[in-house]
């Protein structure tokens, strides 16, 4: 025997039966050695279209490095399927709650490198990552490091500084970076000699940047390096806002940041009127685009998100 529905029943009980695929964004990467990355590259990029997928993908001879985003049985597929080349069996993926809108295009690119650093020739890797680099510590065992070390610990950010303005662990240093190339030489100022005999937590957000920053700085002389595994992301999943990360977490999509909990702080300020503020703008002016971290009030009218070199439009 049929029923017969009317169109808004009948739409309500195929989205019962056949369920709406919920969106998820993956981050992920690894230091593994790659003979041929034009070829993953073009792997890669099939398999994402198939699939419907959206994002940045970046691939070198040292591994792969990306962010991608879509359904989630879309993307669970993306994972099983991309863990089936031996290079990236142990890829860690990171997942959290997204729109596939937060990315406009799929783009895969080869490179020298995966994160930009400028040590392309420095970096060596091998089945187990990076050669040379700084220890892996879970997020307890950092806590472990700090109990049994104390205040001789030393958390160093391996983030541009304006990340680290709306989200940092407590008494971190920030080097005062505005792009990732720059970290070599700001350690070769001779800045952070003072640091290198003590323990060093680097940190970043997913915790492929430490990977190459431990490297640089245990070869340029800093003797105990660790790296947080899985990067803040990691660490926020297991302590969200009762460990010792505070404020918001800087990403790049267009989401802009994210917070681990209800109860995260904020800790950046407003560039346009100095409140209280946790989440960046484009700059109006559409010859600059330049990041401005602006608060609530300042975006109720979006012309006045500017950042202060550029004159607002109602000036």
Known sequence: MSVNLCPAVHHLYF????????????????FAPINDPEAIRLWQRSLCE??????????????????????LT????????????????????????????DFPRLVIRVRDEIVTFGVSDEIQVDENGIVGGGKHLSPTQVHELIQERG?????????????????????????????????????????????????????????????VLSMVMKN?????????????????????????????LYIFDKRMNMEFSDDAKTIGVCQLCDSPAS?????????????????????????????SKCTPINA
């Open 15 to 30: 989205r019962y039966i056949f369920r709406i695929d919920t969106t998820k964004i993956i981050l992920f990467y690894t």
């Open 50 to 71: 198939s699939l419907g997928l959206k994002g940045r993908i970046i691939i070198s001879r040292h591994g792969i490095n990306g962010t991608v985003g879509g359904p």
């Open 74 to 101: 879309a993307v669970k597929k993306y994972v099983r399927t991309t863990r089936e080349y031996g290079a990236f069996k142990n890829i860690d993926f990171k997942w959290s709650d997204g729109n596939i809108e």
């Open 151 to 211: 205040e001789e610990v030393v958390f160093f950010d391996g983030r541009n500084a304006y990340e680290a303005a709306i989200g940092k662990f407590k008494n971190a240093v920030v080097p005062d970076v505005e792009t990732t190339p720059g970290f070599v030489a700001e350690l070769e100022t001779g800045k952070y000699d003072h640091l290198k005999d003590k323990p060093i937590v680097t940190y970043c957000t997913g915790g492929i940047r430490c990977e």
């Open 220 to 248: 340029r002389g800093f003797k105990e390096v660790y790296q947080i595994a899985g990067g803040i992301v990691r660490y926020g999943e297991k302590f969200k806002d009762g460990g010792l990360w505070e404020g918001s």
């Open 279 to 307: 989440r960046y703008y484009n700059c109006t002016n559409s010859e600059c685009r330049k990041l401005t971290l602006a608060c609530d009030e300042c975006v109720e009218d979006n012309e006045r998100v500017t950042c």
